[in-house]
């Protein structure tokens, strides 16, 4: 799997992409949620001979496929955004038509089918769905370097670097066995002594389903 984050802009020295221009800080970081109506639609695809309604549909990347190059192909970004990424939003339309998740954001359905760690079927696809819609738009043409400003000072002092920051997630991403996600985010529990905290996700597993909300997540790396 490629490598993304969400927190400053372009690509780093160490491999890195970083989203946000270095000013914006944590501030502009919280602003990534996004609105139900934004995230659904209500056209229709057809699988056979029956006619299944699309509560979500298949979100293009927020630039053309070569944009990323030579960081990543556009070979690469096509096929695991066409490919991969839209198997999961067919397979999520298909596995809740006629149910009661039809009516959920895609937040909520990644929670409630989480079912504390005892997966429903829907999980998988829905969590792939919101990790990836994530990971696309944590990625900028040309941007990159150090951050700076609120966002900066929280780094030094919490890693003591952002270089060290950065050793951190490439630890975690490292060490998860198997495919999962390496993340970067504003700790729900600041009792804990931090405000900002790295941690690492098995396969489709996100922050949403550990107590995070959508404006704490700040960054996110693909491991294969």
């Not at 490598?3 to 992409?17: E, K, Q, R």
Request: glycine share 8%; hydrophobic share 40%; proline share 7%.
């Amino acid at each position: 799997m490629a490598t993304a984050t969400v927190a400053a802009t372009a690509p780093l020295s160490n491999g890195f992409l970083l989203r946000r221009g270095p000013n914006e800080g944590a501030k502009s970081a919280r602003s990534l949620q996004r609105t139900k109506n934004q995230r659904q639609s209500a056209s229709s695809r057809r699988f056979g001979a029956a006619v299944i309604t699309a509560k979500f549909d298949l979100k293009p990347p927020p630039y053309p496929l070569n944009a990323l190059e030579p960081h990543m192909s556009a070979n690469t970004l096509s096929f695991h955004w066409g490919k991969h990424h839209r198997a999961y939003v067919d397979n999520l339309n298909k596995q809740i038509v006629g149910t009661e998740l039809e009516a959920k954001s895609l937040e909520d359905i990644v929670i409630q089918t989480y079912n504390d760690g005892d997966l429903l079927p829907p999980f998988n696809n829905a969590a792939q769905i919101w990790n990836h819609d994530f990971f696309w738009e944590s990625m900028k043409p040309g941007g990159g370097g150090k951050p700076s400003g609120e966002l900066l000072k929280l780094i030094e002092r919490d890693f003591g670097s952002f270089e060290k920051l950065c050793e951190e997630l490439r630890a975690a991403a490292a060490t998860q066995f198997g495919s999962g996600w390496a993340w970067l985010a504003f700790n729900p529990r600041p009792s804990d002594g931090k405000e900002l905290v790295v941690l690492k996700t098995p396969n489709a597993v996100n922050p949403l389903v550990l107590g995070y909300t959508v404006s704490d997540i700040l960054l996110v790396r693909g491991t294969p």
